[in-house]
């Protein structure tokens, strides 16, 4: 495994934000069968007391008829951060925050993941690319 970095410095300057390709969209479900079916789809999902949310490809939301609201792009940022590191999460969300973007993040195992509207995928990409430039 590639050295994980700690500090928020380290974790921003080495980020090297990528847009994946693909749409994808936050959906729920209470039924146990539905979410049988879509879970080999999902990128993502988590328990809630309302429900599964899941996050899948755009595709397979609009084949299952769920309604299409807020469809989002994917930027992985590319830092093997560490699990106790603080202050990546806030320096990504305070400057996408400042160019008036939306975004959900998802921290998963070795990567952190920005979700931000589909049609501002490519700013939310400049954005983070000067965050990074600037060190935090």
Partial sequence: ???????????ISGMTPTLKPGVFVFITTT????????????????????????????EVAEKSNFE????????????????EG???TA???????KADIPCNMIAA????????PSDMGQKAMEVLAALQSAGG
Avoid at 39 to 55: D, H, Q, R, T, V
Avoid at 91 to 97: D, F, I, K, M, N
Avoid at 109 to 116: G, K, L, R, Y
């Fill in 91 to 97: 320096a990504v969300s305070t400057a996408l925050e």
């Fill in 1 to 11: 495994m590639p050295e994980v970095a700690h500090s928020a410095h380290d974790m």
């Fill in 109 to 116: 195992f070795h990567h952190d993941h920005v979700f931000v």
């Fill in 31 to 58: 039924d146990p069968a539905m979410f049988e079916v879509l879970s080999s789809s999902a990128i993502s999902s988590f328990k809630e007391e309302e429900g599964m949310s899941l996050l899948v490809p755009i």
């Fill in 86 to 88: 603080v202050g990546l």
């Fill in 68 to 83: 299409i609201d807020h469809p989002m792009r994917c930027i992985t940022l590319n830092v093997y951060s560490s699990l």
